[in-house]
């Protein structure tokens, strides 16, 4: 059964452009989770998607958006991007919403400058 | 007081011995609780996930779990270089219907 995927794996901005992640979770899983890990904040929740609706929202501001798809692939946007967005943006999915078991894709790495 | 706490470490274990890794939580209604293997420049991955008092066992790995004093733990057995990682440790919160991680104990095995 193949993993999450996320894409681009590797990305480069520069401060004030905006920014799309895109989640594919494993085959049948129908919710995606969306973190951010930094080294000094380690791993903070930006929200979590269940059958197309936004079931769980993380403390950041609302330049952080996301959306899912009814093929339960997801998209996570950020605008006017700053320079403490750079980080590693994880996609975790799960069969169903909640506290259940999550499997996390490669993650996409952003570098904003 | 942190919703999931664990030492940050570095925990440094000689190769083929235990590795004891802990992790407590705040929510006395959690029911489901998970430890993730994270290598350097890697994404977390699923190691173990427990839900019952207890331990349990997968190869080298047991998680033990006592609700009652809100703690969770990993053990490590017969430590390898390749053990070396950080653990995260997470818990379902469900008065919030979600995942909380710690923020990590780095460990290394050393030779």
């Known amino acids: 059964k193949a993993g999450v995927t996320q894409t681009p794996r590797y990305l480069i901005k520069t401060r004030g452009q905006q920014v799309t992640l895109s989640c594919s979770p494993i085959?049948?899983?129908?919710?995606v989770s969306w973190y951010q890990q930094t080294p000094g904040q380690g791993l903070q929740f930006l929200f979590e998607?269940?059958?197309?609706?936004?079931?769980n929202k993380g403390n950041f501001p609302g330049r952080f958006s996301g959306r899912q798809f009814s093929n339960s692939r997801s998209e996570m946007n950020v605008s006017t991007l700053e320079l403490g967005d750079s980080a590693l943006y994880l996609c975790?999915?799960?069969?169903?919403?909640?506290?259940?078991?999550?499997?996390f894709g490669p993650g996409t790495r952003l570098t904003v400058t | 007081q942190k919703e999931v706490e664990q030492n940050s470490g570095p925990l440094s274990v000689p190769e083929g011995a235990i590795a004891s890794l802990n992790c407590t939580y705040s929510?006395?209604?959690?029911?489901?609780f998970f430890w993730y293997r994270q290598y350097s420049g890697k994404s977390p991955e699923l190691i173990m996930s427990?839900?019952?008092?207890g331990d349990k066992e997968d190869g080298r790995f047991t998680a033990q779990l006592n609700k009652a004093s809100q703690y969770v733990s990993l053990l490590i057995r017969d430590s390898q270089p390749s053990d070396s990682a950080t653990y995260l440790c997470?818990?379902?919160?469900?008065?919030?219907?979600?995942?909380?991680f710690g923020s990590g104990t780095r460990l290394s095995i050393r030779p």
């Open positions: 085959s049948g899983h129908r919710s």
């Open positions: 929510d006395r209604g959690s029911q489901s």
């Open positions: 997470a818990v379902g919160y469900s008065s919030a219907s979600k995942i909380i």
């Open positions: 998607y269940f059958s197309e609706t936004q079931r």
């Open positions: 975790a999915s799960s069969l169903v919403f909640g506290e259940r078991e999550q499997y």
């Open positions: 427990i839900y019952s008092n």
